[in-house]
């Protein structure tokens, strides 16, 4: 009987190659890659990216930074107040759409988030991708609408960026707590109910979060004072004062951080919970 031949070549090679499929795929790689992947589909889309994202900022700098000011009803350093509670304004609610409006599409009539939740990675993992790249997106719409707030209102009494890296740190804690918003609201909320949601939760979030006004000038009416704290964008807006315009009135800075930290827990821990829930169910 003739023995058999090996060829130690191709011997090695299918060695090579069953080695390869065997083995594991890292977390990180897996991480990345879907981030890649939307950051991807963000670049494509970047001009409507910043429209839906701009828009309503720029039309608040117009009125209430440029054209009020030049009419003279507005006095003293509102510019100063104004500026960081657009900011604030900008890149939170860039992030909560960020995140929400794809996951209430990936979770909607065509489940595109299955998917999603093939990769080899736990559940938790496709949340937190979520939460990164709306961080990511919001910065960008910070860091975009500074110098036209800039540009539109001129120079700015007490603006400084002298405290950089106070900037990045509130910046990265408020794009946080709203992608976290958004991925909480986007697996509570169906499609047909996104109106319904902006009309009664972020239209008075927006009105009532100290983004147009400081807090500290809501002395006047103590009550107010003190039931907006529940609005997490009140945090955002006061820790963008007290990092960009420090001279100006505006909420202690340790607690607009510790606020923003106390949030991002609570509410990243609710919506991976009921991330997880939807997600197996």
Not at 216 to 225: A, D, F, I, N, S
Not at 265 to 277: D, G, H, P, S
């Amino acid at each position: 009987m003739t023995a058999a031949r090996h060829d130690p070549v191709t011997d090695d090679s299918v060695s090579a190659r069953q080695t390869s499929v065997d083995r594991p795929v890292s977390t990180a790689r897996v991480f990345f890659a879907l981030l890649r992947r939307d950051l991807v589909v963000s670049r494509r889309e970047l001009p409507f990216f910043l429209v839906r994202t701009t828009v309503q900022p720029l039309l608040f700098l117009v009125v209430f930074g440029y054209l009020l000011p030049k009419m003279g009803f507005t006095r003293g350093n509102y510019q100063s107040a104004l500026l960081p509670g657009i900011l604030g304004v900008s890149l939170s609610m860039s992030s909560f759409q960020a995140v929400t409006f794809p996951m209430v599409m990936d979770f909607g009539r065509t489940n595109e988030i299955e998917d999603r939740l093939l990769a080899p990675v736990p559940v938790e993992y496709v949340a937190l991708e979520k939460i990164v790249n709306g961080v990511f997106q919001g910065t960008i719409a910070g860091l975009v609408i500074l110098p036209i707030a800039r540009l539109l209102m001129g120079p700015i009494d007490g603006l400084t960026f002298a405290h950089v890296g106070t900037i990045l740190l509130v910046t990265l804690l408020g794009t946080a707590v709203f992608s976290a918003i958004g991925l909480l609201l986007g697996v509570l909320v169906e499609a047909q109910q996104i109106g319904f949601m902006f009309s009664l939760v972020i239209a008075p979030m927006l009105f009532f979060g100290c983004a147009y006004y400081p807090w500290v000038g809501l002395h006047v009416v103590p009550w107010m004072q003190y039931l907006v704290l529940i609005n997490p964008l009140v945090y955002v807006s006061e820790g963008m004062r007290g990092a960009l315009t420090p001279s100006i009135p505006h909420m202690p800075l340790i607690w607009s951080i510790a606020a923003q930290l106390l949030l991002l827990a609570v509410i990243l821990t609710a919506a991976l919970n009921r991330f997880k829930r939807r997600a197996i169910a």
